[in-house]
């Protein structure tokens, strides 16, 4: 068994969330490419040498930590949200290091770490892993763009001097991640561990409807073409037409709405928005693109509006190895008796991506009242240290 050191690694993750610490409690700011960002993976890869490791940075921000040899991978990533705690992607990162240390320090086996860049999709949806695993073309995700005009390539430059090569995948044997559950099942049930069957798949696209901006005290009612109430159609009719399509997994979110120009006295001429859904089954994805479109094509006629869809960004659903699953089952076993589950992720990961370079499997941890992607997430300490146990013995029975 690999001797990990609870110490050390919450100490690890302690010190990584002073990179970008904001909020109440202990909540991060550290978008993709953002000045904390690029400290923390700095730090980050000094950590990797320290313990023996190889620190490698690719042409899109990912940082690797290579073992010699051939070896298991172990990480996530260590952006966050706009706004986001500490443990979301940090957690796996962390714990890939100290089980990576533990197995330098036994001398074996060969584990390697990797911290992969903007997961939280600042530019898209999990951009720094799909383009290593081959779902995301670069020059596609070099044309990407923030919320405030940015395109990927323009932020990249920002790391241009730390980049080397894109790292072979072909000398990882698979890999194992560790992630917050980000929901209330496994906190609600009292329970240590989760091992996850599959991740969900997710559709995200940026829609605009375009109307007429015109005085708010002057234009009558039954004269306006207000983009804003466009909008607000649009999501009514398809929350009553999903109930048809959906099951209570399925999940659906408009995150971000931009109305042009954002002021009170102003019937707004462009509402530009996101639309998110996500859900275990392709076909399902696929029905709810349908009504996406026919509806706001439907509003935006009765409304005598245009619409416009921006590219759609998506990623399949992901069934975990069997074996790494396997290993990770009994580790649980052995290590919290009684106390875990197999479950579904209805979050993305890194892992998502990876699925097509080579086996991968994911261990989730109780999030406290299942509060994630706010400054408010947390998990009990004795949680983060028995799923790092567990997970150390994943790999030591899978490399
Ligand atoms: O949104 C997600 O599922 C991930 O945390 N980026
Ligand atoms: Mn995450
Ligand atoms: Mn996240
Ligand atoms: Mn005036």
């Known amino acids: 068994m690999l001797d990990v050191n609870p110490e050390r690694f919450l100490a690890d993750l302690h010190r990584l969330r002073e990179f970008g610490a904001a909020g109440v409690g202990k909540g991060v700011v550290r978008p993709a490419f953002g000045a904390p960002d690029i400290a923390a993976r700095d730090w980050l890869a000094a950590q990797m040498q320290a313990a023996g490791l190889v620190p490698r940075f690719d042409p899109v921000g990912n940082l690797f930590g290579l073992a010699a040899g051939p070896s298991l991978l172990i990480g996530s990533h260590s952006d966050s949200q706009p706004e986001g705690g500490w443990l979301d992607g940090a957690l796996g990162v962390i714990a890939g290091l100290e089980i990576a240390r533990a197995a330098q320090e036994a001398g074996g086996p060969a584990i390697s770490v990797v911290s992969f860049q903007d997961e939280e999709g600042r530019f898209g949806v999990t951009t720094g892993s799909a383009i290593w695993g081959g779902n995301l073309a670069l020059d596609v995700a070099d044309q990407q763009t923030d919320a405030q005009g940015i395109t990927f390539a323009e932020a990249r430059a920002a790391m241009a001097h ?238």
């Open 162 to 399: 730390l980049a080397g090569d894109f790292v072979d995948p072909g000398q990882f044997t698979g890999f194992l991640e560790m992630h917050i559950e980000q929901g209330p099942w496994l906190f609600e049930a009292q329970e240590a561990v989760g091992v996850v069957s599959d991740i969900v798949g997710i559709r995200d696209m940026r829609v605009t409807f375009e109307g007429e901006q015109n005085h708010a005290g002057t234009t009558p009612m039954h004269r306006r073409r207000d983009a804003f109430q466009a909008l607000a159609r649009f999501n009514g009719l398809i929350n009553d037409r999903f109930r048809n399509v959906v099951t209570p997994q399925t999940v659906w979110t408009i995150g971000h709405v931009r109305l042009h120009p954002d002021a009170h006295s102003i019937v707004p001429g462009r509402a530009v928005f996101s639309m998110q859904w996500r859900d275990g089954d392709s076909e399902r994805l696929r029905r709810m693109e349908e009504i996406i479109q026919s509806t706001a094509a439907q509003v935006a006629q009765e409304m005598e509006m245009t619409v416009t869809f921006g590219p759609m960004l998506g990623l399949e659903p992901v069934a975990m190895d069997a074996r790494l699953q396997a290993a990770l089952r009994e580790s649980a076993e052995a290590e919290v008796p009684g106390r875990w589950r197999a479950m579904p992720s209805g979050a993305l990961h890194d892992a998502t991506n990876l699925a097509r370079l080579m086996p991968v499997a994911m261990l989730f941890v109780p999030s406290i009242n299942g509060i994630s992607h706010a400054f408010g997430e947390d998990t009990d300490e004795a949680d983060l240290v028995a799923g790092l146990r567990v997970l150390a013995g994943a790999a030591a029975r899978a490399a």
